[in-house]
């Protein structure tokens, strides 16, 4: 069984100023793991993806997240935030059942900037 | 490239009353779909999924039920609408192609029952 545990339902940071979204999970198996970001009343869209290459992951719109198997963590950052940053974000951690791939998404986080 | 589209983007219905959501995927073949549900508050919890024409697994006992009529279109149905089926639905694709294969998100279907 698999599940993910996203520590903070809300955040709250300065524009300009760092970004950290934490995720923990937990998996029977080597994880793949995606952060995926969802805008008011849009549709989900993918931010990064670790599937057990380098650990350091770097995604979209400046994002990174880093692998830390000892930690079982996967970490969102940003080194200074935008306000279009303004999302809900969800970290997932991905199964293989049957050759077909099934992602378990954790609760959100929702990040507000503050101009 | 592939696109994937969902209608109607927002839907109002009344309890008791029938729902019909669609989703198409263009620009890939056989691929796998999905239908998600997104309550307030909560994460995305998979109520179904397919791997081709008429496959359909279902995760979670509701009175939702889906259908693969082609093999790029995906159909969430449900005979009387209930005012827990309020929600943000979700499809999405992927295609088989090893155990990291990624999946495409929609742009969603909002549902509010009243």
């Known amino acids: 069984a698999q599940s993910v545990t996203q520590l903070d339902s809300h955040v709250s940071v300065s524009e300009g100023t760092p970004v950290l979204l934490r995720c923990n999970y937990s998996?029977?198996?080597?994880?793949?793991l995606f952060w995926y970001v969802q805008h008011p009343n849009k549709g989900l869209q993918l931010l990064l993806k670790?599937?057990?290459?380098?650990?350091l992951v770097k995604g979209i719109n400046g994002f990174e997240a880093e692998f830390k198997k000892s930690e079982t963590s996967f970490h969102l950052t940003k080194p200074s935030a935008h306000m279009s940053d303004a999302a809900e974000y969800f970290c997932v951690v991905s199964d293989t059942n049957f050759g077909n791939e099934k992602l378990t998404f954790g609760t959100g986080t929702r990040l507000t900037i503050i101009p | 490239s592939q696109t994937i589209h969902q209608w109607p983007a927002t839907l109002v219905q009344p309890v008791g009353s029938p729902l019909s959501l669609e989703c198409t995927v263009e620009?890939?073949?056989?691929?796998?779909l999905y239908w998600y549900r997104q309550a307030a508050g909560r994460g995305l919890q998979l109520l179904f999924y397919?791997?081709?024409?008429?496959?359909i697994s279902s995760e979670v006992p509701q009175n939702l039920s889906a259908s693969r009529p082609q093999d790029r279109q995906f159909i969430l149905s449900s005979k009387k609408l209930l005012l827990s089926d309020s929600g943000f639905y979700l499809c999405?694709?992927?295609?088989?192609?090893?155990?990291?294969?990624?999946?495409?998100f929609g742009p969603g279907t909002r549902l509010l029952v009243l």
């Open positions: 620009g890939t073949s056989n691929p796998n």
């Open positions: 998996s029977s198996y080597s994880p793949s």
């Open positions: 397919s791997v081709g024409i008429g496959q």
């Open positions: 999405a694709w992927s295609v088989l192609g090893g155990p990291l294969e990624t999946q495409y």
């Open positions: 670790y599937t057990s290459a380098a650990t």
